[in-house]
């Protein structure tokens, strides 16, 4: 079942830092690739799982946003995990901007008014 996301997700390329609290109480970081992000969450690359539901701090140049593990999956090199933003933690271009920002929405629709010019 295909479940269509509540925002559009802007793929980027950008290094920052991971840091959750294992379960025996162990203060961890890692600083992983971050893959995309919306409005309401991001996906990072990283060579450590962590378990979903897990509660996490994601830090970059002006800040951090704060969110839950929503999933977290094996890939070929690391794990794919999947984040959604706690209340009060919502990403846009004016409080940080990733190096390479792809912005899904604005290319689809160049895309469609290329398809319509002559």
């Known amino acids: 079942m295909n479940k269509q996301r509540e925002k ?34 991001a996906c990072l690359q990283m060579e450590h799982s962590i378990p979903r539901e897990t509660e996490v701090s994601l830090h970059h140049e002006n800040g951090e946003y704060r969110g839950i593990v929503k999933y977290c999956t094996a890939e070929e090199i690391g794990y794919l995990l999947g984040i959604a933003f706690d209340d009060g933690y919502r990403w846009s271009k004016a409080d940080f901007q990733p190096s390479h920002l792809l912005e899904l929405k604005q290319a689809g629709a160049r895309k469609a008014s290329h398809a319509r010019s002559p």
Do not use: P, Q
Request: aromatic residues 8%.
């Open 8 to 41: 559009n997700r802007n793929l980027c390329a950008e290094f920052i830092t991971i840091r959750w609290t294992e379960d025996y109480g162990s203060n961890r970081s890692e600083v992983v690739s971050l893959e995309d992000i919306s409005v309401t969450g």
